[in-house]
């Protein structure tokens, strides 16, 4: 099995996996681009199968992670897909060994991932992380759980999910509007940062 880590010089004649034959989303999928090679000065990486499919996974340092989550110290996991015919056959295993060994590397204290306590098409599958040796550090009263995978002898504040999420909205610990609010409550995961919605970007 032959993965690709794609960087910045790579990434405009590679694809990455989301919509490969759906026209629609060209734009989207530029935007996305554009915005991995922003973030690999800041550590984010994007690994795939070196294959045409759905076959790949996304991972940052947990200070720069783009979801409402505090996990100083720690790998953060984005997207994380395995589909189609490569499913069952090693992939998503060897995936998630490449990020634990990139956290290990890097004196991280594990990897972290956000999943669904409900079956959502565009969440992780927390059930398989639990059986690859995740554990639940936190979870919301809507949706969501916050797991973990430790690394031996590493050590970090255990992450969670941060105080704007309690109470049916996840937002800014600085603050967001109650209107914003409800989309981040909506969308908390999809590739949008708390950021983007202050600064008026959607």
């Known amino acids: 099995m032959s993965y690709l880590t794609l960087t910045p010089d790579t990434l405009e004649r590679e694809h990455i996996c989301c919509a490969i034959s ?40 947990g200070e720069a992670a783009w979801m409402p989550v505090a996990a100083e110290g720690w790998m953060m996991m984005g997207c994380f897909w395995v589909s189609g015919k490569f499913a069952k056959s090693g992939h998503g295993k060897a995936l998630l060994a490449s990020a634990m060994e990139d956290a290990a590397a890097q004196g991280r204290a594990g990897l972290v991932a956000v999943v669904g306590t409900k079956k959502m098409h565009f969440m992780s599958d927390g059930k398989w992380l639990l059986k690859q040796g995740f554990r639940e550090v936190d979870r919301l009263d809507y949706w969501f759980s916050l797991l973990v995978k430790d690394l031996d002898g590493a050590t970090a504040p255990e992450p969670r999910f941060l105080d704007g999420c309690r109470g049916g909205g996840c937002v800014d610990e ?6 914003q609010r409800v989309l981040f409550r909506s969308l908390p995961l999809c590739r949008i940062s708390r950021h983007h919605i202050a600064e008026g970007k959607l």
């Open 174 to 179: 600085a603050g967001i509007s109650a209107d």
């Open 22 to 61: 759906d026209k629609k989303c060209v734009d989207g999928v530029a935007a996305k681009k554009q915005w991995l090679a922003g973030q690999y000065e800041q550590g984010y990486r994007f690994r795939r199968l070196d294959d045409r499919g759905k076959v790949f996974i996304e991972y940052g340092p």
